[in-house]
């Protein structure tokens, strides 16, 4: 049955890539979007959209809508240790307006990009969404504070959500790609060379107790995220929050990205090896049992060179358009 959702941060790289999910199958969409870090030609074309902060949620939302999907947030890692009260404010502060004026409204259904960040340092890999979560920064304790006031919404007031804790997100659909500005992701720091628009890639540590040496992480195809969501939204039920983690339950080393770039670019990629960065676990990789048993996931893009390869032509048609 088609519907109507409220898509916070539809002008970012995630958002806009669900946005244009929910389009095709049928759903009506607005995106809220203040474009602090998003782009307004990544707003699918058939989406309303509204420039405006998720502060202020409560001018829009009225109880004509069936649910949110909630992406807007800062989600620089780096940034959160050195600014973190512009993590909880726009986090944490952001996101409590935005549930008060679910609540308001009477729109209780709710799907929320939470993180793998939300763990810190695993004990255990794959990760499980019962392992221990001890945030190693601002950014995802920040994002875990969110997943706590989401379950006290549910509990107390009757709000139906999913929380999503992604890995790491990669590949585009069509024009929707990811421009994060400044860059931390490792796809697209390494095609930005292959381009010639960055010399080399760093690599931070080969001396990790993996296979190569380098640090090992579950990259995602951000069209098998986009079918998640729309799962989310049919297993929110009243009164019961919901976590599964998304990845792909498999992990490549950074080198093994840096081959497989390689392989699709046919750019020789030089690579310089520096220290290893603090709170950079050896290995991040998720279990997805939960998210296919429960949301019934299947995820059909896992293959880390189509992965690479959707990038790639995302990048290209951007260099395209940039001449
Ligand atoms: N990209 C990943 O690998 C990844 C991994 C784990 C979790 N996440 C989470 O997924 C979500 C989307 O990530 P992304 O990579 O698409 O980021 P992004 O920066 O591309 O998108 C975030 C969007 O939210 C908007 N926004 C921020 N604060 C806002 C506010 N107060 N009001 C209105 N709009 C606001 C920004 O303008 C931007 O368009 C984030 O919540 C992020 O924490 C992303």
Redesign the pocket.
Known sequence: MSGKYLV????????SVVAQHLIEAGHEVVV????????RA?VPADARFIE????DAAKWLDASYDGVLH?????QVGESVTRPEKYWD??VG?TMALLGAMREAGVRRLVF?????TYGEPEQVPIMETAPTRPTSP?GAS?LAVDHMITGEATAHGLGAVSLR?????GAYGHHG?R?DPES?LIPLVLQVAQGRREAISVYGDDYPTPDGTCVRDYIHVADLADAHLLALKAAVPGEHLICNLGNGEGFSVREVVETVRRVTGHPIPEVVAPRRGGDPAVLVASAAAAREKLGWNPSRADLAGIVADAWEFAQQRAEQAN
């Not at 916070?8 to 995630?14: E, H, K, L």
């Not at 992406?71 to 989600?75: K, L, T």
């Not at 992604?166 to 990669?170: D, Q």
């Open positions: 916070t941060g539809g002008a970012g790289y995630v958002g809220l979007d203040n474009l602090s870090t998003g782009f990544g405006g902060d998720i502060r992406f807007a947030a800062f989600s726009n986090n952001g990009s939470s993180t793998a960040a950014y994002k992604y890995f790491n997100v990669a990811e994060h992701h």
